[in-house]
C-alpha cells in the first residue's frame, strides 16, 4: 500500500512532441504528490507538485493531471525539448502531524528527446 | 538557495572496511534523509532523522547505520562494506512542517564502489 508505481520505465520523443509519464498510488492517505526531475550527475530536484484538492497544476510546459478516484496521477511535458532529457521521478507523502515529510518515491523513468 | 552537500562524488573502498558517507546541509532544516539510488529500482530511503540525535530506520536499513550530532550534518555509516552496496548514494533535506508538502533538497551523490 505504500508503493507508488510509475511508468514507462523508459521513454523517447522527439522534439516538439509531449511527453506523458504516469503514476498509480494505492494509499488514500497520501495528499502530496511531487515530480522530481534528475539529470546525470546530478541529484533530484523539484519540477512540480499537487495537492489532491485540484485536478490539474500547470507551470510553464509542464502539467500535472490528477485523477483523485483513479488514484492516479500523470506529468505532460508540453512541446518537448533536448534539455528536458533526464530521469523523473514521481513521488507521494502524507501529513501525519508533526510530518517528518517523508516521500515514497516511484522507480523513476529515463526521457529522451530526440532532435 | 539551500545548499546539501555531500563530501566525495566518488569513493572507492574494500569489503569489510567501515565507510563513513557525509551530508551538510546550510538551511537549518530539521529532517535530513539518507537514500541509495540503484537503476530500475528508483530512491529507496536508507535512514532519516527530524532532530539532533534523533534517526529512524527506513525501507532498507539492514548493514547502514547514521549519525546526527549536529542539526547541519547527517552521516552514513556502513559498519562493514560489502559488494551488494556498491551504488549511488544520495542526501537531502527538508523542513519538518504540520503538513508534508516542504520539498526534499538533494545533494548530488556520492558514487560508492566496493571491491
Known amino acids: 500500500q505504500q508503493q507508488v508505481k510509475q511508468s514507462p520505465q523508459s521513454l523517447i520523443v522527439q522534439k516538439g512532441g509531449i511527453s506523458i509519464i504516469n503514476c498509480a498510488y494505492e494509499n488514500t492517505a497520501f495528499d502530496y504528490f511531487p515530480w522530481y526531475q534528475q539529470f546525470p550527475g546530478k541529484g533530484p530536484a523539484l519540477l512540480i507538485a499537487i495537492r489532491p484538492d485540484v485536478s490539474e497544476k500547470k507551470e510553464g510546459r509542464f502539467t500535472i493531471s490528477f485523477n483523485k478516484s483513479a488514484k492516479q496521477f500523470s506529468l505532460h511535458i508540453m512541446d518537448s525539448q533536448p534539455g528536458d532529457s533526464a530521469t523523473y521521478f514521481c513521488a507521494a507523502s502524507m501529513d501525519y502531524g508533526g510530518s517528518q515529510g517523508n516521500l515514497i518515491f516511484g522507480k523513476g523513468t529515463k526521457l529522451s528527446v530526440k532532435p | 538557495d539551500v545548499k546539501v552537500t555531500q563530501s566525495s562524488r566518488y569513493l572507492v573502498k574494500r569489503t569489510g572496511e567501515k565507510v563513513f558517507l557525509e551530508c551538510v546541509q546550510d538551511?537549518?532544516?530539521?529532517?535530513m534523509f539518507w537514500y541509495r539510488q540503484d537503476p530500475g529500482l528508483g530512491l529507496r530511503l536508507i535512514y532519516f532523522?527530524?532532530?539532533?540525535?534523533?534517526?529512524e530506520k527506513g525501507d532498507i536499513p539492514e548493514g547502514y547505520s547514521v549519525s546526527r550530532e549536529k542539526k547541519e550534518r547527517f552521516s552514513l555509516i556502513l559498519e562493514s562494506a560489502s559488494t551488494n552496496q556498491t551504488s549511488m548514494y544520495l542526501c537531502?533535506?527538508?523542513?519538518?512542517?504540520?503538513?508534508?508538502?516542504?520539498?526534499?533538497?538533494f545533494g548530488d551523490g556520492t558514487r560508492l564502489s566496493i571491491l
Open positions: 537531502a533535506s527538508s523542513l519538518r512542517a504540520v503538513r508534508s508538502n516542504q520539498p526534499q533538497h
Open positions: 538551511m537549518d532544516h530539521e529532517n
Open positions: 532523522s527530524y532532530d539532533v540525535k534523533m534517526k
